[in-house]
């Protein structure tokens, strides 16, 4: 099994984490995005450094990004926290959790995901929510492997004219996930 630390991420980590976050999306959302979205993205203020430094610059209270490493080198992260809209039913959200394809399908991000969930539940955030690209099959298969419930599907953005889609899933009952985190993430090596 792949060691995995999840130090919390810090401003110096803001410039690496754009630069995966575009590489992860080129990789993985080829069959979901326009060619000419996915060349733009380091222009996108959702993910050059300022997005992650803002994001650095809230963690901690009710807001983390943790850095993923496997094998001593930056593989991803995963950004979480109290649900950002109010009115929606949910106290808790998953917003982020890119790996790099290198280390896609190994179980990493089940158990991320299940640590995610962890901090979560000890902060009163549940129940918590998910959205995906409805394209993205695979992330879909996973939540629902992990209990997740289908909620609904709006769209997000328009890509070269055309709506592109985000589902979102939720989780009344974490238990499933919670059970994902067993193997390999400490509560010791997780991020503050
Ligand atoms: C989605 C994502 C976070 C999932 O993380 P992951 O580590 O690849 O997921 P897991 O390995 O835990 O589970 C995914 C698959 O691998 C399989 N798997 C689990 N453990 C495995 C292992 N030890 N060896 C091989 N395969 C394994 C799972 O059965 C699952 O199979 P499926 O795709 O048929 O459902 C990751 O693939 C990713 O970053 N994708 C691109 C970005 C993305 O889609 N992010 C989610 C939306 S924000």
Same mark, same amino acid.
């Given at each position: 099994m792949v060691d995995v630390v999840l130090p919390a991420a810090t401003v110096d980590d803001a410039g690496a984490l754009s630069a995966l976050d575009v590489d992860v999306w080129r990789a993985s959302y080829r069959r979901i995005l326009s060619r000419a979205l996915l060349d733009g993205l380091p222009q996108s203020p959702f993910h050059d450094p300022q997005y992650f430094l803002a994001v650095v610059d809230r963690s901690g209270m009710d807001e983390w990004l943790w850095v993923i490493e496997a094998e001593d080198a930056l593989a991803g992260y995963c950004h979480f926290g +109290?649900?950002?809209?109010? *009115?929606? *039913?949910?106290? *808790?959200?998953?917003a982020r959790l890119y790996l790099r394809p290198a280390i896609q399908g190994q179980g990493i991000g089940t158990r991320i995901l299940g640590a995610a969930a962890h901090r979560l539940v000890d902060e009163g955030l549940v129940p918590i929510r998910a959205t995906v690209f409805e394209d993205n099959r695979r992330a879909r298969r996973l939540y629902e492997r992990l209990g997740a419930e289908y909620v609904g599907r709006q769209v997000v953005f328009e890509d070269q004219g055309k709506p592109v889609w985000d589902c979102t899933y939720g989780w009344a009952d974490p238990a499933a996930l919670l059970a +994902? +985190?067993?193997?390999?993430?400490g509560k010791d090596r997780q991020g503050g």
């Open positions: +109290a649900c950002k809209d109010p *009115g929606c *039913g949910y106290l *808790g959200e998953i +994902a +985190a067993s193997g390999g993430v």
